[in-house]
């Protein structure tokens, strides 16, 4: 190839270059002008609320209120293990002192978790601090025990009977009940 030929090439290459360059730029600035023509697209998935705070879309709603059904039956299935456990120890404690005539250290944690429990039941009733005293408080710790027991089993059957959604006063009041007795317990002396 000549000189010439050379240069003439070199030209055409330049020549579809700045062509090139040229149709890329023209596309760059039509699609600039397109878009800003055009009216965003907004997809709105929540809405300001009048105070300010997000309104929950339909599926957010329905996994909150899934997820508020599955924490109040965890919550009163947890409230009926404690009635269960609390049934239990009434009811180990008793047989204990039965067998030996007297509380031993076993039997004051036992006595500690009762009344662990008998709270817990309180609060998930919808019951507060109140004290309760008994009309007739049982005078020696075999009674104290004996009663402990009953009130211990009648309690786990008014929780087990108590639906879920019901603030009920009988349950409250019985768990004000155990834990006096759970008190007159720990004032009386350990043995016979």
Known sequence: ?????????????????????????????????????????????????????????????????????????????????RARDLSLLGASIVASFKQKNELNREDARKLEKVEKLAKGIRRAAGGSEDDVEMENPPRDLASALDMLGDVSKSLKEKVEKTPKHVISAAVIDEANVLLELVRIVRSLPPKV
């Open 1 to 81: 190839m000549t000189e010439r030929a050379f240069k003439q090439v070199m030209r055409c290459v330049n020549i579809l270059a700045i062509s090139g360059l040229g149709f890329a730029l023209l596309i760059s600035v039509s699609a600039q002008e397109t878009k800003q023509n055009q009216k965003p697209v907004i997809i709105q998935t929540d809405t300001a609320r009048e105070d300010g705070s997000r309104a929950f879309t339909e599926m957010e709603e329905e996994l909150r209120a899934k997820r508020a059904i599955k924490s109040v039956e965890k919550e009163y299935q947890e409230n009926l293990d």
